[in-house]
């Protein structure tokens, strides 16, 4: 249901508030605190709205349910348990009677559909003993899928719930004679972490003079603190992001020019995974040494370089983009001809038509793309690590593992929690939202010619001039790995030097043992973990999938998504509390040290868990489209149900199991967050990344092309399996976060 | 050959009853028809019966053993499904040998025998030479052939049939209810058949058992659910009837008069039963009419109509004609030999010996 707020509504929220403040006035001279009257009002409002029929949870789109009640409960939980005063406390102070509103509004609606559920069944006028309950559920479930129900939960509940919930745990473990959410508000007020005012002399960007006497101008953006930091450049990407992949889906998805195709696989390009080294040509690219500098010291006499957040922030912007790019494309894409026909026919075009037909049904779509890329901003790890740039949430977590002691604090996984509360309201907010995402596609039959117009001169002008150089310069960073790995430009500046051109760098990963120990960890432990991820997704995506209990198919579900939304410094710092406990003095616990850490038991397990939904959406995706009277017609023929399954079901969608591994592999081998802190702990157990990285943390240039090979044999592992699965499969390639 | 038994079956989903207290017996060899609109519940019994779903309260049985909780593969009935659910990745010879290859141990089989019987069943359903073809490469009519061979060929205790020629074109449903109800004559196969289609109810059940809002309302052969229908869903559900709402005024010994508001006169009909209720419906089947010539003496004097023909439609082997009687009016079937136009004004009869009152407050 959805209301629109007219004018009555207007008169009566007035009314209210005036009947608050005569209330609030009265209490103030009954010698009642303040605060006490406001709490005991904001009770007091919230039933008298509901009790005249508003419900704000209704009002706009649904997803807003959930999404305030849940934001404005954790915003409370910090701000007045915490004890912060001033604006925070105020707001939080306001956002309360939402609070009170909401959860009541959930509770009366539940105890209403409770209410008509048994009012129906005693209408039905029957009584379904318990027994005969029982026996109708076992029934339907016969042992494998029992096996697969508690095995799949249990997987779940142990090595993900449980070490996030661990990591919870430490987070509020306080010094003797603090109080329990210590760490937080440390978190939340220390200066390291929050500083809201900053010094005279702190600018965005400033010139510096180099050794040799050039002019550089640096700019570095500026430092609000490790959480604000974090929340800045994760909104700063995000909407830039945003804005970039609508309009060159936009354009791609409704212009014709010729070179499109060529444009259209070019903007793919940053979606290849390369660890680190992709940051590290940004930061090549952007320095005194890179091509943008030879442009201004020609035309102003100085260099430039982007450092410190701003260049984290432009790195992810070019890495991410195309996240929110190719969602938004194929939401355009999907958009039914008649729909923007029809508002034509009625008389909009042009902008008004973007923004009230085509942006609107492409919104859901878009979305899900933006908050992706809010998420991935946030526990991004290599463009920090490259920029060293340590006032960030990432690093920070990050830096722990790598500190002497190779114990991880307390404040740090509080630390942890929060970023986990930030992803998982973006992931919330999907979650709902992208429930509304079929509207894109409501009509359905056959293909549609799409809508396609030819670019007018200001058109093409503008995607020569703008549209194909950001494309271009956004792809370049990949390019860059390659010119590197062989040797055509230097690890410095931005010469093309083709007499250089070698391959020994590739040979040296295979020739040198030191080097190549890392290459088959990764793999040996990417096969590993595809193994296991599969089988756990074989068996949740059936259950999922065929079995409908209530509550416990739909948390199945759940579950096996919500890896995605944890970032993976969170799985990381929950592993490291989860097995530094439960499996206190054996080989698995991390604090064990460098020599006893069988590291590699925890990250396979870990990969397997973190790439878990690629491959269950995948191997989902195969259930179904097998029909359930396919199933049942075997069943009937008396085929029991695991010979159904490995019989009939499994080899017939085994081109959606093989590919689910494939995109598994690739997610698993180009891992970063656990495999550079968990890995980091057993060096000689750790995956290539983790070479990657400590590449960039020496702070010399030596081995960068090594790297950069590394880089492009990951490229040419992407490669194979997006041919894999497009050509021999015939399935579709999901890149990371599409 | 089986005895198939429903006692008091419901099933209940969430707050819907799907099936409502369902019993009736199919005899061995019999076949049987679920008939009614769709979400009325049909196919959920079907699916009972096959052991997809179990019901919260009742029994099935099967001759004389109780099957509720017997799961599906262990029931030994073959179903034939509405979308034919043919495994596309197999050929037509694997789909038809699939469930004798599942039983072989239990049966004893080797893959000799397995190859004649599918041969046999192919012969059956005139599928010879389809066998290495892919159920993709097969036209709808010969996927149903091939569903109903796999079907056939384990020799099932029971046959189900869900919708079967439902996803066929309208000459090829006709030629395919024939053959079925051969073969399954030839066969002596008990069959379960559901369907919405009256008129494929009709022409190919031994029995059918009405159905609708998960209760079975009758059930009986096709000559009794339709010429003695035992309520007015019935009556409206299968073929066409004229209903006119009234009230008993006179009671004969195996007639009853009814009068009727809406045309201010008495019609003369026969009770489904004796004691009837004050209100009552009376259900006029439109092939009952006869047109009355002026020319000939009246032999009857009851239920004499005349009006004013609103609409003729000449159909072919029948004229549909609504005539308008005084608030009213009626669809009366009329021969094809005759020339009726609108806006003729006619007299009809309607005999009473074929007029089927009803009681009403039921629904």
Known sequence: ?738 | MTRVRLENVTKVYGSVIAVNKVSFEVESGELFTLLGPSGCGKTTTLRIIAGFEVPEHGRVFFDDEDVTYLKPYRRNTAMVFQNYALWPHMTVFDNIAYGLRIKKKKLGLTEEEIKKRVKWALELMKLDGLENRYPLQLSGGQQQRVALARALVVEPRVLLLDEPLSNLDAKLRIEMREEIKKLQKKLGITTIYVTHDQVEAMSISDKIAVMNQGKLLQYGTPHEVYFRPQNLFVADFLGRSNILYGVVSEKQEEYVAVHIPELDMDIIGVPIKQDLPKKVAVVIRPEIVELIDDRKPLIHRDNILEGRVDIAMFQGEKIEARVNVGKTSLVVYLPNTLNIISGMNIKILLPKKNIIIIPTEET
């Open chain 1, 1 to 738: 249901m959805r209301r629109s707020i007219g004018i009555v509504d207007v008169y009566f929220a007035g009314f209210m508030i005036a009947i608050v403040y005569s209330l609030l006035y009265y209490f103030i001279k009954l010698s009642i605190t303040v605060e006490l009257s406001i709490w005991f009002l904001g009770v007091f409002w919230a039933i008298m709205l509901l009790m005249a029929g508003f419900d704000y949870r209704k009002i706009t789109f649904s997803f807003s349910q959930s999404f305030i009640a849940i934001v404005s409960f954790i915003y409370i939980f910090f701000i007045l348990v915490l004890r912060i005063s001033g604006i925070p406390r105020a707001f939080a102070l306001f956002l309360f009677p939402l609070l009170v509103l909401a959860s009541i509004g959930y509770f009366r609606d539940k105890i209403n559909s409770l209410k008509q559920y048994y009012e129906s069944s005693r209408r039905v006028g029957l009584k379904i003993s318990l027994t005969r309950r029982i026996k109708t559920t076992t029934y339907k479930l016969d042992p494998i899928m029992w096996v697969f129900i508690v095995l799949g939960l249990t997987i779940l509940v142990v090595f993900l719930i449980t070490p996030v919930l661990m990591m919870l745990y430490h987070a509020f473990e306080v010094p003797e004679g603090k109080p329990f959410y210590d760490n937080f508000v440390r978190i939340f007020t220390a200066r390291t972490y929050v500083r809201l005012k900053l010094f005279r002399s702190e600018r965005f960007y400033d010139f510096e003079t180099l050794a040799d006497g050039r002019k550089v101008l640096v700019i570095t953006g500026l430092n609000y603190g490790i959480l604000l930091n974090s929340l800045i450049n994760a909104a700063i990407v995000t909407s830039v992001a945003t804005f970039l992949g609508i309009l060159v889906a936009f354009v791609l998805a409704r212009y014709d020019f010729p070179g499109r195709t060529i444009i259209r696989l070019l903007a793919i390009v940053p979606l290849f995974v390369t660890p680190f080294i992709n940051a590290y040509v940004v930061k090549i690219l952007f320095s005194e040494y890179g091509p943008l500098s030879m442009i201004t010291e020609a035309m102003f006499g100085w260099a430039i370089r982007i450092d410190s957040l701003a260049g984290v922030a432009l790195a992810q912007i070019m890495a991410f983009y195309p996240i929110v790019y190719l969602n938004a494309y194929s939401s355009f894409i999907n958009i039914d001809p008649s729909m923007e026909e029809q508002a034509e026919n009625l008389g909009a075009k042009g902008f008004r038509l973007f923004t009230s037909v085509t942006l609107p049904l492409a919104l859901p779509g878009i979305v899900a793309g933006s908050i992706l890329v809010f998420i991935f901003s946030l526990e991004d790890l290599g463009a920090p690590i490259i920029f060293q740039e340590k006032r960030l949430m990432s690093y920070q977590i990050y830096s722990s593992f790598v500190s002497e002691t190779g114990i991880v604090s307390p404040e740090i996984a509080a630390l942890g929690f929060v970023m986990l509360f930030l992803a998982a309201m973006g992931f919330i907010a999907i979650r709902s939202y992208v429930g509304m995402r079929s509207y894109a596609m409501i009509s359905r039959g056959g293909r549609w010619t799409l809508r396609e117009h030819k670019l007018g001169w200001k058109g093409l002008l503008f995607v020569y001039l703008f549209l194909v150089p950001l494309i271009v310069f956004t792809a370049l960073p990949q390019i860059g790995v390659i010119l590197l790995a062989f040797n055509i430009i230097p690890p410095y500046g931005f010469t093309i030097q083709l007499e250089n051109a070698t391959a020994s760098y590739f040979l040296e990963l295979f020739q040198n043992p030191d080097v190549f120990i890392y290459i088959k960890n990764t793999l040996t432990y990417a096969l590993m973990a595809v193994a296991l991820a599969t089988t756990i997704a074989i068996m949740i995506a059936y259950s999922v999938s065929r079995a409908k209990i209530r509550f416990l198919t739909p948390l199945l579900d759940t579950l096996a998504t919500i890896p995605l939304a944890i970032p993976g410094l969170v799985i990381a710092l929950g592993y490291y509390f989860f097995y530094s406990t439960v499996f206190k003095g054996t080989p698995l616990d991390p604090t064990s040290g460098p020599t006893v850490f069988q590291a590699w038991i925890v990250l396979v397990i870990a990969y397997s868990i973190r790439k878990l939904p690629f491959v269950v959406r995948s191997v989902f995706a195969g259930f179904q489209q097998v029909h359930e009277a396919l199933e049942e017609a075997a069943l009937n023929l008396g085929a029991s149900r695991s010979r159904v399954i490995f019989g009939v079901i499994l080899p017939f969608i085994l081109t959606y199991i093989v590919s689910g591994a494939v995109i598994g592999f690739i997610y698993i081998s180009t891992e970063v967050s656990t495999s550079i802190t968990i890995g980091g702990l057993r060096p000689d157990q750790a995956p290539m990344t983790f070479y990657m990285r400590s590449i960039y943390q020496g702070g010399t240039v030596t081995g960068v092309q090594v790297v950069a090979s590394m880089g492009v044999l990951l490229i040419l592992f992407q490669l194979l399996a997006i041919f894999l699965i497009v050509v021999v499969f015939k399935q579709r390639y999901a890149f990371i976060g599409v």
